[in-house]
């Protein structure tokens, strides 16, 4: 038994990467946790994956960090996890616009 659970250990390891950010990155956040809450003006597949451009304000724990969000997005909670986030390479006026929001009341 501790074999095979070994041996499943070493393939999912091949395939995880360890997501760290330091305070003051620039971070996008994933839009698929907010499918029926937020809306970004288009849908399906034009929909965008990953939105605006975050600063990281702080570390909460081993895997979540808070955001510094704008006032658009000010009913949504500013703490998530590492799994929701994509470390930003691109300079700031190439990311995707928050304009266009629209939320759900039942938020």
Not at 31 to 44: A, H, I, L, M, N
Request: charged residues 35%.
């Amino acid at each position: 038994m501790q074999a095979a659970r070994d041996r499943q250990k070493s393939y999912a390891d091949l395939k995880r990467k360890p997501m760290k950010f330091e305070v003051g990155d620039k971070v996008m956040l994933k839009v698929s946790p907010w499918k029926g809450v937020v809306r970004f003006g288009k849908r399906r597949k034009l929909n965008p994956r990953f939105v605006g451009t975050f600063k990281v304000i702080k570390r909460v724990g081993d895997v979540a960090y808070k955001l510094e969000l704008p006032a658009e997005l000010s009913r949504v909670h500013n703490t998530f996890h590492v799994s929701n986030l994509k470390k930003c390479h691109a300079d700031e006026p190439l990311a995707v616009p928050l304009d266009g929001l629209h939320f759900d009341d039942k938020l």
